[in-house]
Structures are given as structure tokens and as C-alpha cells.
Nanobody
């Protein structure tokens, strides 16, 4: 079993910053990549950022230049640094871990952490 626990969410004013963390534990192997998704009220869940096992990153256009994604492989921890936050960034943010298990791709999800950007 794999567990993902997010932390670091909260209330921040527009223009502020937050850093989300996602600690992975359990039987972790054959990692393809990790990522962050978010879901705002009344909207579909969307991919925010991903980082491959090789370290390549990709971001949704709306956060490019403001968010960075990184991993500490020694700690099995994923980070999302969010700067210049906007009210439209308000959402529940979910961490994901993609692994190959028994020849099949498996995605694990965290429980989510709330980010609210408001004055």
C-alpha cells in the first residue's frame, strides 16, 4: 500500500505564497512520476503540475511562471511552491504518485489540502 499525505494548505492573500508538501510512504517503487491536481468548487479536477522520474516538469498554462514543482527523492516528498497566488487558484490540491505495479500503471491520490486565496 502507498499513502500520500499533503500539507501546507491554508488561507493566503492575493499575491502571497504557499508551499505544499506531499509525503509518500509505503511500498514505493517503479515510479513514473508525481504530480499535483486541483479542484475548485463546481469545476472539474485539473492537472496543475507534473514531474517525471527524470526530473522533467510541466505546468498548466495558468500557473506557469508562478508555481514550481520539485521532489526530494531521499525523503519521498513532493513539493509545490506557489507564488503570486490569485483568487482563481483557490481549490483543493491533490498529490498523485504514478507507479508501475505488475506491469500496469497505477495512480495513487492523496486526500487533498485546501488552498484559499482571498483578501
Amino acid at each position: 500500500q502507498v499513502q500520500l499525505v499533503e500539507s501546507g494548505g491554508g488561507l493566503v492573500q492575493p499575491g502571497g505564497s504557499l508551499r505544499l508538501s506531499c509525503a509518500a510512504s509505503g511500498s514505493i517503487f517503479n515510479i513514473n512520476g508525481m504530480g499535483w491536481y486541483r479542484q475548485a468548487p463546481g469545476k472539474q479536477r485539473e492537472l496543475v503540475a507534473v514531474i517525471t522520474n527524470g526530473g522533467s516538469t510541466n505546468f498548466v498554462d495558468s500557473v506557469k511562471g508562478r508555481f514550481t514543482i520539485s521532489r526530494d527523492n531521499a525523503k519521498n516528498t513532493l513539493y509545490l511552491q506557489m507564488n503570486s497566488l490569485k483568487p482563481e487558484d483557490t481549490a483543493v490540491y491533490y498529490c498523485t504518485l504514478d507507479m508501475v505495479v505488475g506491469g500496469k500503471a497505477v495512480r495513487y491520490w492523496g486526500q487533498g489540502t485546501q488552498v484559499t486565496v482571498s483578501s
